[in-house]
């Protein structure tokens, strides 16, 4: 089965060995038609194209004005990119290395990282580094930082610098002499980086979407063996994601103040489709800079792009099937850096049935939803039963093999599941017929053996599970429902379908605590966080604690049966989790506010909404004494409500299906 599905492309990469977790994600996108976007990409692509020739033009002319190098210099220095060996981040953040060398950040910005690069150095002379810090579209605010949109600072606590010569170990730290930023932020002047004054630490404000640099000289220059080792260490723990989004470090040869741009403000970002066609073209770095209308074109550019990805045609995600099938083989005692046998897509045997035609996901649905199938119509209505009434016809929805419970009404499951494929597999057809059936409808109540006429066996003693179905079926809520039913009394349940996931109030720093890493977790606003509880968010290792008491999966692992448990944690947890509490206050103000005259008639509202029945004399009575106890007690009206709504609310016929 395996074989099926390990012919699709792949859809993650390790970005770093070296970082556990350090996965990019590009999944397997199919573009969906948008005539109306696609006209208007195409008539910016036509004005892109013209600039690029423009462009071309222009640094043609250029060119000739300055004699074609590599690397690029700047009034007699030389000024060369590094190319990391490493590059790790103390976060385990994803990173893309960019065609202009540069290094990209990518994913959730971390509020505090340190960034470590790693490179080998050539032979020859080594006066100072260079950092640049570029803007780039896909930052908040093109950045640089990894903040927000409105203010993409960084702050840049420590520039370590060490050089490991070859043959030996231990590090040599380098010292600098003078440091030079295309601007210091007040009180954060890059000066204070090497000596250590003021906040010790480089910054931009308020000088944002756009690229910095900043040059540090050494104090004594150099002359480096070839495969010396170079280890920059960026720490920024400022907070806040004030983080370098994208960085490009140089290697300095000659005058350090010589290689500094002639400009303040560096160019601005060519686009990386640009980049690709201009690839390995050489071009005077000050020539480019400092030229208005190069300079113009290239902001032109720029602009189109931006609003060319604004552009992008919606994608969903699909699994694509690779022209050469994947080879899938089994693995020695499990391992699956021991691959055995080779083996091919297939089915059980035992079943009989065997798919038809070319060996592909295709045919292996087809192969599923077959008549001649006896499996699938089965399991699936056994499911839908075992929902409605608690428990399946095979008790162990979730295995139908030797290992699984024999069907308590064998003839039944069989036409529940021919009816389901006759009915063109209509889930609606199959939930209709159950609940419209006199095995549904029937009471939940236990008669009582001792008093009927003539006596019986007790049903309870000789089949307390209902197997037999001798009464409808009553078993407690799942979590998410025993939530939507609370803030449905109460008036509270937002019925608004899709959107985003819902944040209710949950334990300050859970998520913290259990991942380690600082989440941020804002409780959703409004009606927002009333929504139903399949919208609740979900953080895999730290799921939401209120459902998680009601035996809801940590979804660490796919579950098809829940387990029903009776505990004082969800008594607790009904009484003192923020949602059920502000459901009670709702529901409250929902008796108060009824048009009973006296409190028994409130009480009898209450419970009509509740429970959708009248309430016993003797509860009248107990409900009653308990207004009264808890508004001699409080003198509040609200209060004494309070106190009744939450009985209500706790009773187990609250929370109890049936």
């Known amino acids: 089965m395996l074989a099926y599905f390990n012919n699709t492309e792949k859809e993650a990469e390790r970005t770093n060995p070296k970082t556990p977790g350090s996965i990019q994600f590009n999944g397997s996108p199919f573009k969906l038609s948008d005539p109306a976007k696609e006209a208007e990409r195409a008539k910016i692509n036509s004005d892109l194209a013209t600039l690029t020739d423009e462009i071309k033009k222009r640094e043609a002319v250029l060119a000739k004005t300055k004699s074609p190098s590599s690397p690029p210099a700047v009034n007699g220095s030389v000024v060369t990119p590094l190319v990391p060996t490493a590059f790790l981040t103390e976060s385990g953040s994803e990173f893309e290395q960019l065609d202009d060398k540069s290094i990209l950040l990518k994913g959730e910005a971390s509020p505090n990282d340190t960034y470590t690069f790693e490179t080998a150095l050539t032979a020859g002379p080594l006066s100072g580094l260079k950092l640049e810090a570029l803007a780039h579209p896909s930052l908040p605010g093109d950045g640089p930082g990894r903040g927000d949109a409105g203010r993409p600072n960084f702050v840049l606590e420590g520039f370590d610098v060490s050089i490991t010569l070859p043959g ?110 201009r690839k390995g073209e050489a071009k005077p770095a000050a020539a480019v800079s400092t030229d208005p209308i190069l300079a113009k074109l290239q902001r032109q550019q720029t602009a189109l792009q931006r609003k060319l990805d604004g552009l992008k045609p919606p994608t969903s995600e699909v699994m694509r099937e690779l022209p050469t099938p994947r080879m899938t083989t089994l693995f020695k005692r499990g391992e699956y850096t021991q691959p055995g046998d080779a083996v091919t897509a297939g089915t059980p045997a035992i079943i009989g049935l065997k798919p038809s035609g070319t060996a592909n996901r295709a045919a292996l649905a087809r192969w599923l939803v077959s008549r001649d199938n006896p499996l699938t119509a089965r399991v699936t209505v056994n499911r839908w039963w075992a929902e409605i009434f608690g428990r399946g016809i095979v008790s162990t929805v979730e295995d139908f093999g030797i290992k699984g419970e024999p069907p308590t009404h064998p003839e039944l499951l069989d036409w529940l599941a021919v009816d389901f494929m006759e009915h063109g597999w209509s889930m609606k057809h199959i939930l209709k017929k159950i609940v419209m059936s006199a095995a549904y409808r029937q009471s939940s109540a236990v008669q009582d053996s001792e008093s009927s006429e003539p006596p019986i066996v007790s049903a309870t003693s000789s089949d307390p599970a209902n197997t037999l179905l001798w009464r409808g079926p009553r078993f407690r809520m799942d979590a998410e429902m025993i939530r939507d039913n609370a803030l449905s009394i109460a008036g509270l349940l937002s019925l608004n379908k899709g959107g985003p996931s ?157």
């Open 502 to 658: 819902i944040r209710p109030p949950q334990p300050d720093g859970l998520w913290k605590k259990v991942g380690g890493q600082d989440y941020k977790y804002d409780i959703s606003p409004g009606e927002a966080q009333f929504r139903r509880g399949i919208y609740v968010v979900l953080k895999r290792g730290s799921p939401y604690p209120s459902f998680m008491n009601f035996d809801a999966s940590q979804r660490m692992a796919c579950v098809v049966k829940r387990s029903r448990s009776n505990t004082p944690l969800q008594a607790l947890t009904l009484l003192n989790d923020p949602v059920y509490v502000e459901a009670t206050r709702a529901f409250a103000q929902r008796i108060a506010s009824s048009s009973g005259t006296s409190p028994e008639q409130k009480i009898e509202c209450a419970f009509r909404i509740a429970l959708a029945r009248q309430p016993s004399p003797t509860e009248t009575t107990v409900l009653k004494r308990l207004h009264d106890q808890q508004l001699a007690a409080t003198k509040k009206e609200t209060d004494a409500w309070y106190s009744v709504a939450s009985a209500i609310l706790n009773l187990d016929e609250c929370i109890t299906k049936g």
């Open 168 to 277: 030996q170990k231990s590090p040599q730290r380098v010292k600098f002499s003078h440091a030079f930023a295309s601007f210091s932020q007040k009180a954060f002047d890059v000066a204070n980086l090497i000596t250590g004054a003021g906040n010790k630490s480089w910054a931009i404000n308020p000088q944002f979407h756009r690229s910095h640099w900043a040059v540090f000289a050494f104090d004594q220059p150099m002359n480096v063996a070839a495969g010396t080792k170079l280890s920059i260490v960026l720490r920024q723990h400022f907070g806040a994601s004030r983080t370098i989004g994208c960085l490009r470090l140089s290697s300095i040869r000659g005058d350090v103040e010589s290689a500094l741009p002639v400009e303040e403000e560096p160019k601005e970002i060519v686009p990386a489709t640009a980049k690709k066609k």
